[in-house]
């Protein structure tokens, strides 16, 4: 089996060990098992458990990645992020939002995830470049900061387009700093908040 492989058996594996009804709020728990998204509060949203694992998986993480997370929400992407990469960087605009999945994640014992409250839209320009970064809010365009912040060789995940909907695209920076493509599929976010939001 190959690392690759390897990596992709033990995320599945945790996506099923992963309880995502420490994630919610207590009176949506009954509602954590199924596959759709949930509301946590200000206009956001815990994402649909299939869609964290398959945004996870486009990354190809490694444990050596250096990973930088825009919108910590309620902290259950950053977890999977956690477990798979050294060290997580992640970003949240809400202080709310951010304390609560802060006091999760310690409490499910992750010491590998720094922690800011600010306009995901800057990145964290501070312990860049990162080798991988998730974007877990719908950007009107791609964020000039982020593609900065973004290692040689390194790859980030980030939902493109309208409100109405989005195009999820995995991004790869070559070693001659040039910009690559692909396209995952349609999907639906909530808004990237700040100079790259919809309005």
Not at 101 to 124: E, H, M, P, T
Not at 145 to 150: A, G, R
């Amino acid at each position: 089996m190959s690392d690759m492989q390897q990596m992709e058996t033990q995320l599945y594996e945790f996506f099923h060990k992963l309880d995502r009804s420490l994630f919610v709020e207590p009176k949506l728990k009954y509602l954590a098992n199924r596959d759709h998204p949930l509301p946590i509060g200000f206009d956001q949203t815990i994402s649909q458990p299939t869609l964290v694992l398959y945004m996870t998986l486009q990354l190809d993480l490694h444990q050596d990645c250096r990973v930088l997370e825009i919108g910590t929400g309620s902290g259950y992407q950053t977890a999977f992020l956690a477990h798979f990469a050294s060290q997580v960087y992640t970003v949240e605009r809400i202080p709310e939002l951010a304390e609560k999945a802060k006091k999760r994640l310690l409490a499910l014992g992750y010491d590998n995830i720094s922690f800011q409250v600010g306009d995901g839209s800057q990145g964290w320009e501070e312990f860049a470049p990162y080798d991988r970064i998730m974007v877990t809010a719908a950007a009107a365009k791609i964020p000039d900061e982020l593609v900065q912040q973004l290692k040689p060789g390194g790859k980030m995940v980030i939902p493109v387009g309208p409100s109405d909907n989005q195009e999820l695209f995995a991004i790869t920076k070559n070693e001659k700093n040039q910009i690559e493509k692909n396209s995952l599929g349609e999907v639906r976010f909530v808004e990237f908040k700040g100079e790259y939001g919809w309005s």
